[in-house]
């Protein structure tokens, strides 16, 4: 169950955002029922310390992801943690007053998301070409300001 993240959690999560986080608009091919691409908003931090990803998972939802795949090369484990589009909308929403390097795309990554909403037509659907469009110029928008 997910907890109420007050100031002072916010704030040092933002901090932490700010240097090991992700905001990310992916695009994804349809398959099965989808007859058209869709778009998605995540975020996403990792980090080689377990109660990282885990606290964080209990105070803004998500989850975490171990990936070992490097192990093998003498790096430690790994630990994402990760949010749908939804629950990324949440975190945003209560950290971007604290964020300073991810801001802009904290700020794409909101209204992205709440226009996705308004439009969403669900994946089994065909997006007409203009919101296609409109989605490509917010993950085009994206990919631009994480290269800055």
């Known amino acids: 169950m997910t907890q109420y993240a007050n100031l002072e959690d916010r704030i040092y999560t933002a901090g932490l955002f700010d240097g090991d986080g992700c905001i990310s608009i992916t695009k994804v091919k349809p398959t099965g029922a989808a007859k058209s691409e869709y778009h998605h908003l995540f975020a996403s931090l ?15 939802g998500g989850s975490v992801h171990i990936d070992r795949t490097k192990e093998k090369d003498n790096h430690r484990t790994i630990y994402r943690w990760k949010l749908g589009t939804q629950e990324t909308l949440r975190f945003l929403r209560q950290t971007i007053s604290h964020l300073r390097i991810k801001r802009a795309q904290a ?32 993950y085009q928008e994206m990919r631009r300001l994480k290269h800055l």
Do not use: H, M, V
Request: charged share 45%; glycine share 6%.
């Open 46 to 60: 990792e980090n080689t310390d377990p109660k990282i990803a885990y606290w964080l998972q209990k105070r803004f």
């Open 107 to 138: 700020e794409l990554g909101i209204e992205f998301a709440l226009k996705r909403d308004i439009n969403r037509k669900g994946r089994s659907r065909l997006l007409g070409k203009e919101e296609l469009e409109r989605r490509e110029q917010f």
